[in-house]
């Protein structure tokens, strides 16, 4: 028997309830799982799920330029590989990296650069390795909370972190942190990433339609919930040594 | 036997602050009362001067005025009269490529490996077609003097000095940089304590390898456990106490003594 899918988005994003077609409410977020320090080879390295979204990120560096003539004399380079896997979306996905997959390795590269101090490392490059195991809305946002996490993780000095989440308008609502079908389904999409040295927004696409007043209010939301995913991000990053003094003194007591 | 061993500066910084283990990561607020403190090791203004901000992940540390943040996990900055253990990666008629685990290869140049020939001193008739520098081969392990390292340009080396030279022999393994103060200890206790209980040669240096060479393979394995046991909870009270008893259990364990 043939399996036939419709390309059909629903008509309705809204439940009869309020609630979103997940079971959300309108500020709520998916739920968010990171972890640091998971791959061997990598100088840092860090996942997250976040909701049905699952991506790896590493980080190498500072290292030698390949290509030669890409290093520059008096900074070093931010180079970012997104990348996804041809089984992360419903139809397969041509593994050969695309028009999208270079424009966003460009976007989330030119959102880290103010936090890293690469004037310090002259004619070496960092790289950031991107893996998009399993894509469901707003891998951008989530690719570049990961990346920041992962070179948190390498060591390489940083004004801050950077979390980045998508908003959004559906069905006449403003809503935040947008899954896949809205993102497809819904009138407007804004990806946002916020740097956290001086509060500053590091980027913001638009896609869509949305009044001014509208903007603000959202920016606000959006604010507030970076504000979660970053005490994510800061606890991910700091369990990692504190479990292993739990343990020791777990350790301990059960000798005494 | 030779005392082979490199003291770091660093390495009270870690053992010192032993009340204040508060971990910070990059961008997390340090103090607020920026007319108190000036920001030190690891550690920036923001823009308005109204906050002092870490740049690492690392943990807090309090230093009369300044405020520090020692790096948990990073990368080894070559430091001119820094010793180190290199690896010659490549070699041509005027130069020695070498890996020393920094950002970039360092350079070891002929006229940094002449020979002392005390032979030679007063003697009139030596041959003169006798070389006069040491050669290396590419996978050579060196123990080496950084000459100079700067931010542009690579570092260059030197095997001319005391304990300086190619190694024969031994095991070379590689730990996180920031994590060698640690290791050594408080006026070198740490390493102390680990030649004693192993009875192996260490010789630790500051970008991150660690030669050992012991009279027993038994031994040597118990060391490098060890090491690697010291990195993964640098970041713990009570390490050299906790790392005596594990060796001696383990010594009881494996049957060696």
């Known amino acids: 028997m043939v399996l036939l899918i419709k390309d059909e988005y629903p008509e309705k994003l809204?439940?009869?309830?309020?609630?979103?077609?997940?079971?959300?409410?309108?500020?709520?977020?998916?739920?968010?799982?990171?972890?640091?320090?998971?791959?061997?080879?990598?100088?840092?390295?860090?996942?997250?799920?976040?909701?049905?979204?699952?991506?790896?990120?590493?980080?190498?560096?500072?290292?030698?330029?390949?290509?030669?003539?890409?290093?520059?004399?008096?900074?070093?380079?931010?180079?970012?590989?997104?990348?996804?896997?041809?089984?992360?979306?419903?139809?397969?996905?041509?593994?050969?990296?695309?028009?999208?997959?270079?424009?966003?390795?460009?976007?989330?590269?030119?959102?880290l650069e103010?936090?890293?101090?690469?004037?310090?490392?002259?004619?070496?490059?960092?790289?950031?390795?991107?893996?998009?195991?399993?894509?469901?809305?707003?891998?951008?946002?989530?690719?570049?909370?990961?990346?920041?996490?992962?070179?948190?993780?390498?060591?390489?000095?940083?004004?801050?972190?950077?979390?980045?989440?998508?908003v959004g308008k559906i069905d006449g609502e403003l809503v935040v942190d947008l899954s896949g079908i809205e993102d497809k389904a819904g009138e407007g999409d804004l990806p946002i990433a916020i740097t956290w040295f001086n509060d500053e927004i590091s980027?913001?696409?638009?896609?869509?339609?949305?009044?001014?007043?509208?903007?603000?209010?959202?920016?606000?939301?959006?604010?507030?919930?970076?504000?979660?995913?970053?005490?994510?991000?800061?606890?991910?990053?700091?369990?990692?040594?504190?479990s292993i003094q739990n343990n020791i003194e777990k350790e301990k007591g059960g000798e005494d | 036997m030779e005392e082979e061993e490199q003291v770091s500066q660093e390495n009270n910084e870690i053992e010192d602050e032993e009340a204040s283990r508060e971990l910070v990561v990059p961008g997390e607020v340090l103090t607020e009362e920026v007319q108190d403190f000036i920001p030190g090791r690891g550690t920036i203004f923001n823009k308005d001067?109204?906050?002092?901000?870490?740049?690492?992940?690392?943990?807090?540390?309090?230093?009369?005025?300044?405020?520090?943040?020692?790096?948990?996990?990073?990368?080894?900055?070559?430091?001119?009269?820094?010793?180190?253990?290199?690896?010659?990666?490549?070699?041509?008629p005027v130069k020695y490529k070498c890996d020393i685990n920094a950002k970039d290869f360092a350079q070891l140049k002929p006229r940094n490996t002449v020979k002392r020939m005390k032979s030679r001193i007063g003697k009139r008739n030596y041959d003169r077609e006798e070389l006069n520098t040491e050669k290396f081969d590419i996978g050579d392990i060196l123990i080496v003097k950084v000459l100079s390292a700067d931010r542009l340009n690579k570092p260059e080396l030197t095997t001319i000095g005391k304990y300086l030279g190619k190694k024969n022999g031994g095991i070379v393994i590689s730990i996180d940089p920031p994590k060698i103060p640690r290791l050594i200890g408080r006026n070198g206790s740490m390493i102390k304590m680990l030649k004693n209980l192993t009875k192996c040669n260490i010789f630790v240096t500051q970008n991150g390898r660690v030669w050992i060479k012991g009279d027993n393979i038994a031994y040597e394995r118990l060391l490098i456990e060890a090491i690697y046991k010291i990195e993964r909870e640098a970041h713990t009270t009570g390490l050299t106490d906790r790392m005596q008893l594990f060796i001696e259990n383990e010594k009881k364990n494996r049957g060696i003594e």
């Open chain 1, 14 to 111: 809204f439940q009869e309830n309020g609630k979103r077609l997940d079971g959300r409410d309108k500020k709520e977020l998916r739920p968010i799982k990171m972890e640091v320090d998971i791959l061997k080879n990598a100088d840092g390295s860090a996942y997250i799920e976040w909701g049905n979204n699952k991506i790896f990120a590493a980080v190498f560096g500072p290292r030698e330029v390949h290509p030669h003539h890409l290093s520059k004399p008096d900074k070093g380079i931010l180079r970012v590989f997104y990348r996804m896997a041809t089984y992360s979306v419903f139809d397969r996905k041509r593994p050969a990296p695309g028009r999208r997959e270079k424009e966003i390795s460009m976007i989330i590269a030119d959102c």
């Open chain 1, 114 to 166: 103010p936090v890293l101090f690469l004037e310090l490392y002259p004619g070496t490059a960092f790289e950031i390795f991107i893996e998009v195991i399993d894509a469901d809305g707003g891998t951008r946002c989530a690719s570049t909370t990961v990346a920041s996490l992962a070179l948190a993780d390498a060591g390489i000095p940083m004004k801050s972190l950077v979390t980045a989440l998508a």
């Open chain 1, 203 to 242: 980027l913001l696409q638009f896609d869509g339609e949305m009044d001014l007043s509208e903007l603000d209010t959202i920016l606000k939301d959006a604010k507030e919930a970076a504000k979660k995913i970053y005490e994510i991000q800061v606890n991910t990053l700091k369990n990692k040594y504190i």
């Open chain 2, 49 to 92: 001067k109204t906050k002092i901000i870490s740049l690492h992940i690392g943990l807090k540390n309090i230093n009369k005025n300044y405020i520090n943040v020692i790096p948990l996990r990073g990368i080894y900055t070559p430091q001119p009269g820094d010793k180190i253990i290199a690896i010659v990666v490549d070699k041509n």
